[in-house]
């Protein structure tokens, strides 16, 4: 991981995200997920990762809730499947938590797809504690199953 660069999104990195979002999540539409308001607006609470040939390695777009004190959304995080298993997103996860912590928030939250069985697995690896899937939770037909992450 020495060979890559991490700063905070720009705009021009939306359109990045955007090209790949879909094939890094197995072929699922994703990319209407992820508007460019969330790289506006929450450059501050998110990270790009690119690699030593400044490809797209990684991404995550959080926020601090602004209803919620306790609490750092995460909407969107994603690592190259070619960088998976690397300790990526696991780094993505820290850095957001040490920020969340600094700024006195104690709950890391996302929510995921059931069937995406990919990041119920690699949440629960980093600590998240996964709730029962919630019907609806997005629509009709947009079951949601809620993780959080206490932050000690």
Same mark, same amino acid.
Request: charged letters at 35%; hydrophobic letters at 30%.
């Given at each position: 991981m020495e060979s890559l660069t991490w700063r905070r999104p720009e705009r021009a990195d939306h359109a990045r995200i955007i090209a790949v979002v879909d094939s890094w999540w197995g072929g699922r539409a994703m990319a209407a997920?992820?508007?460019?308001l969330f790289v +506006?607006?929450?450059?501050?609470?998110s990270y790009v990762v690119d690699d030593a /040939?400044?490809?797209l390695a990684g991404f995550v777009i959080a926020f601090m809730s602004? +209803?919620?004190?306790a609490t750092v959304y995460v909407h969107f995080i994603g690592? /190259?499947?070619a960088l998976r298993g690397s300790g990526l997103g696991r780094e993505?996860?820290?850095?957001?938590?040490?920020?969340?912590?600094a700024a006195g928030r104690t709950r890391l939250a996302a929510v995921t797809s059931p069937i995406n069985t990919t990041s119920l697995a690699f949440h629960k690896a980093v600590g998240f504690d996964i709730g029962p899937v919630?019907?609806?939770?997005?629509?009709?037909?947009e079951d949601r199953v809620p993780m959080n992450l206490l932050l000690s």
């Open positions: 997920m992820l508007p460019r +506006d607006h929450f450059a501050e609470t /040939d400044g490809r602004p +209803d919620d004190s690592v /190259d499947p993505l996860y820290a850095r957001v938590a040490g920020e969340a912590k919630v019907p609806d939770y997005d629509g009709p037909g």
